[in-house]
Every structure is written in structure tokens, then in C-alpha cells.
């Protein structure tokens, strides 16, 4: 079972909330010479069949604001199957800073930290206290304000003793007589309006804390994005937590996703430029987790150039600010150079956002042109099931995709030196989906393309990029050792002048032991 992840955005140096849960699977052990076997997860919303040789237990975290402000109280409570007879939970957060037990029933605690069923009490509950702060600079545990909390469902790992086939099914809801709404292991606690849409048979649940939150916009790209912009993969909901934070907490806007939700201030939702964060965030519903080991620059990397390509190809932003965008030389805060694949020259910056989306979005073009267009990087990432389990797996998935090891070559040199490669120009490498019209002007992208005009810009001719091709930008050689471009513009196949992303890092603290996402 893939552990639970996390993708935050937010503002380097900042200790971001929601960073203490994730799903570590079971695993089978031997204690005291009797047999545990681990339990994965299924949250609620998946099928309902019970088959006679499975042991289904049901987990329920309940969560609820305590009458003292800094905390709130979690607690897991357990429906248990006849067929099976012992069960033992671990709370792998408990114990940490903040994190400690406020009750038991039907379970002892072990000397290794277990919570062991009594085997008797028909609902057994272990409760947790989590310390959260005001402050969402310093809110590792959730965030509280006086009207309004938003925290996370700690993991937990379930093992037991049965005969049967084990399965454990997992549900998150709000206590009795507290206002809120609970979903996909996040909580918003406090007053607030729901509005639900569907689409493709795919809800989308908007949780408005914030008053001036307005879903309009993000509701248009979802109906955009339904079978276009989805990778493939389809999901029975989507839960978007929109909390009142203040304008100057929003800058830059703070967001993060846990499974198929996300939270974010209601700056997000305008979708006003091609770094949309709601657009970033709909794309980690999509891929999860995408990469690991040497490979984990491609998370974020890919939410990066796809949520900016998916918004773009939507109708946000112009064509200008979309290659602004994706343009960079150096990584906030420090500008250092950076290896994708060696983390620790990347680590503390933004480089797997900034330079691993210009090198996918350089990628793309390049298997567009390998292929004469009959592949893009999407065939890379549609379909997958697990992520790439280091670099040398997703090297190998593209080469696969264009039938040419030259194309892993030409990733090697930009994903595992400081190099840049060249951003194309051409219109035709960011058309998403053909049957889109982003321009607005009544034609659609690929009936543009094929009448040889601008599909992003309304009444303008491909041929006028040509003009823009004739300054060739010269590079000089910076302290590092890394080109800086000296003009402001490029072509397709020379490198382009490059402009500094000017978002700063988002950098999360994970305090429990399940993966975690940058």
C-alpha cells in the first residue's frame, strides 16, 4: 500500500503545518513468539464488498477542539471483526514535541510503545492531544485561531491476529456537536460553506472557511481539466479546504495536499497567473508521489511545469509570463546552482520546483520532436501506479517512450549536471490538449497550429517568431560556473534568455516516519 504523502507549498525557512501524518503500510512481526500481521490501509469511499475470508477492521479518527486553546484531541476508534482476535496500534507521532496520550479505552500501553486490545472492549479508542499554534510560521501540528482550526490525522499502524484475509478501512470525521468538515486525513474545524460540483463523475467538495473565498474560477479549470488535464486517473472526490488567512500571510500563497486534498488560502483560488497554486496542488491529486531517491526532484518538478502548462492551456496568464515562468537560471533564496539528482545541492531552494520544471518542460519539446508529435512527457507519467523508484527508472521510461537512447543522453545532462538546457519558443511544444481554445478568439489550438497561427495569442501568426529568433542571446559565465543569458529572448534550439522565478522555496519539517513530500 503507497504510504499517505504530503506536497507543500510554501515560503523557505517556514516550518509548515500538516507536516506529522502520513500512512506507513503494516508490516508483519514477530512479538513474544506470536505472529502480528500489518494491515494497509483503505480509506472510505472505496468498495464495500466484505468477503467472507477477509477481517475487516474499521479505523475512525475523530477530531475535536479542546475548550483550552492549544490543542486539539484526535481519537481512533476501532470497529473489530469477530475473526479477529488481537490487535495492537502504533502512533509513531506520539511521544514527540507537543504530541502526547489523553486517554485510553480497551487498550494498555506495552514498554515498546504499543497500544494493545484488551480483547473484551467492543470499541476500544486511543486518543491523542496535538499541540497547534496561532502562528502558521511555526505550526508543525495544525493551526488554531479563535474561530477556526485545520489539522491532520496522525498515522497510525495497525497490526493483528487472525485467520482470516486482514483489511483495515479508514474514515476521518469531525466530533459530535463541533462544526467542521473532515476528509482524506485533513480537518477544518470552525464555521464555513460547502459547495460541491461533479464532473465526469468526479465530485469536487470546496470547504469555505475564508469569507471572500470565491470557487468561480478554480470551479472553470476543473471543468476544463475533467478527462484533459487528469493523466488518466480518475478520482471519486476531491476536498479543496480554503482557510482565512490574511493577505500577508498569502504572500507568497502557502498550500499543501495529503492524498486527494489540499488546503490554501483564498488568494489560491483566483487562478490569476500561470503559477497557479491551485492548478500545482491539482496535479499532486493526480501523480502522488512521482519520484524517489535520485529522482525525487520529480514531485514537485512535474506539479510545477504541469500545473503552469494545465493553467496556461486553460486560459490563465499570457504567453510571455508562461515561458517567464518556466525560465531560470538560479534557485530562491541563495541562487546557488543545482544538480536534480544529487538532493543536497537543491535542498533548502527551490530548484526542484524551478529548474526541474524548466528541464521537463524542455524534455517535453524534445520528445515532441523525436517522435514527430506522437509522444509527449505525459506518456511518461500516464498510467503509473507507484513512482519512479530512483532516476535510472525514469531515464529508462523515456527512452521507452521515444524509442531513442539519445534522448536519455540528452536527460543526462541536464538532470544530473548543473546544466540548463534550452527552453523552446514555439507554440506548438505547450499545446496541452488541441481541442482547447486558451486564446479565447473562437478557434481552437490545433485548428491554429495547422492555419500556422499563434494558438496562445489572439490574431497573431507562428511566423512571427521568427523575428523574435534573431537576436541570439549570448551566455557568459557566472562565479559558479553556471551561463547567465545577457538577452532577454530565445529561439527553439538556442538558449534562451532566462528570467528568475521569484517564488520562494517550500520547505516542511516531517516529524513522523512516513515519506514525505516536497
Known amino acids: 500500500m503507497t504510504p499517505r504523502r504530503f506536497r507543500v507549498l510554501g515560503t523557505l525557512g517556514m516550518v509548515i503545518l500538516l507536516a506529522t501524518a502520513g500512512v506507513a503500510p503494516g508490516v508483519a512481526t514477530t512479538d513474544t513468539g506470536d505472529a502480528w500481521t500489518g494491515v494497509a490501509p483503505t480509506h472510505s469511499g472505496g468498495s464495500t464488498g466484505t468477503p467472507s475470508e477477509e477481517a475487516v477492521l474499521h479505523q475512525r479518527g475523530i477530531v475535536s477542539r479542546n475548550?483550552?486553546?492549544?490543542?486539539?484531541?484526535?481519537?481512533?476508534?476501532?470497529?473489530?471483526?469477530?475473526?479477529?482476535?488481537?490487535?495492537?496500534v502504533s502512533v509513531p507521532v506520539v511521544g514527540l514535541d507537543g504530541i502526547t496520550v489523553a486517554g485510553m479505552e480497551g487498550f494498555e500501553r506495552t514498554?515498546?510503545?504499543?497500544?494493545?486490545?484488551?480483547?473484551?472492549t467492543a470499541r476500544p479508542t486511543v486518543s491523542v492531544r496535538l499541540a497547534v499554534t496561532d502562528s502558521i510560521a511555526s505550526g508543525v501540528r495544525g493551526i488554531e485561531r479563535e474561530d477556526w482550526a485545520l489539522v491532520s490525522e496522525p498515522q497510525t499502524r495497525i497490526q493483528v491476529r487472525t485467520d482470516a484475509r486482514p483489511r483495515q478501512r479508514t474514515s476521518f470525521t469531525v466530533a459530535d456537536g463541533e462544526e467542521g468538515y473532515a476528509r482524506s486525513h485533513l480537518a477544518y474545524l470552525g464555521p464555513h460553506e460547502r459547495r460541491n460540483v461533479t464532473f465526469g463523475g468526479e465530485r469536487a467538495t470546496f470547504v469555505l472557511g475564508a469569507e471572500d473565498a470565491d470557487p468561480t474560477r478554480a470551479i472553470e479549470f476543473l471543468r476544463t481539466a475533467n478527462g484533459r488535464f487528469d493523466f488518466g486517473v480518475r478520482r471519486d472526490s476531491m476536498t479543496v479546504f480554503v482557510v482565512p488567512l490574511s493577505g500577508l500571510e498569502e504572500g507568497p500563497v502557502q498550500a499543501a495536499t495529503v492524498d486527494t486534498a489540499f488546503w490554501m488560502g483564498s488568494a489560491g483560488l483566483r487562478l490569476d497567473s500561470t503559477g497557479s497554486v491551485f492548478a500545482h496542488e491539482y496535479v499532486h491529486t493526480r501523480l502522488d508521489t512521482?519520484?524517489?531517491?535520485?529522482?525525487?526532484?520529480?514531485?514537485?518538478?512535474?506539479?510545477?511545469?504541469?500545473?503552469?502548462?494545465?493553467?496556461?492551456n486553460a486560459g490563465v496568464g499570457t504567453y510571455d509570463s508562461f515561458l517567464d515562468g518556466l525560465r531560470t537560471t538560479r534557485y530562491a533564496p541563495d541562487r546557488r546552482a543545482a544538480v536534480l539528482t544529487d538532493a543536497e545541492t537543491w535542498q533548502g531552494t527551490r530548484a526542484h520546483y524551478a529548474k526541474g520544471a524548466h528541464v521537463l518542460a524542455a524534455l517535453d519539446a524534445e520528445i515532441r520532436r523525436r517522435t514527430d508529435g506522437e509522444h509527449t512527457l505525459r506518456d511518461v507519467f500516464t498510467g503509473r501506479s507507484e513512482p519512479f523508484g530512483d532516476y535510472e527508472a525514469f531515464r529508462s521510461a523515456v527512452v521507452e517512450v521515444t524509442g531513442d537512447e539519445?534522448?536519455?543522453?540528452w536527460l543526462d545532462r541536464y538532470a544530473t549536471t548543473d546544466d540548463l538546457p534550452p527552453l523552446p519558443e514555439h507554440p506548438r511544444y505547450y499545446v496541452a490538449d488541441p481541442s482547447l481554445d486558451p486564446d479565447g478568439d473562437g478557434m481552437t489550438s490545433g485548428a491554429e497550429l495547422d492555419a500556422g497561427r499563434h494558438p496562445f495569442v489572439e490574431g497573431a501568426a507562428t511566423e512571427q517568431l521568427a523575428e523574435r529568433a534573431t537576436a541570439t542571446p549570448t551566455e557568459t559565465a557566472g562565479d559558479d560556473g553556471a551561463g547567465t543569458a545577457t538577452a532577454?529572448?530565445?529561439?527553439?534550439?538556442?538558449?534562451p534568455g532566462f528570467g528568475v522565478v521569484a517564488v520562494l522555496a517550500a520547505l516542511a519539517v516531517l516529524a513522523a516516519s512516513g515519506r514525505r513530500r516536497q
Open 111 to 120: 514498554d515498546r510503545g504499543y497500544f494493545l486490545w484488551d480483547g473484551e
Open 290 to 312: 512521482v519520484g524517489e531517491e535520485d529522482a525525487a526532484w520529480l514531485t514537485e518538478a512535474s506539479a510545477e511545469y504541469y500545473g503552469r502548462l494545465f493553467a496556461f
Open 67 to 88: 475548550p483550552d486553546p492549544g490543542s486539539v484531541t484526535l481519537t481512533f476508534a476501532y470497529d473489530i471483526p469477530s475473526s479477529i482476535t488481537g490487535l495492537r
Open 488 to 495: 532577454p529572448t530565445g529561439t527553439e534550439g538556442q538558449a
Open 406 to 409: 539519445a534522448t536519455g543522453t
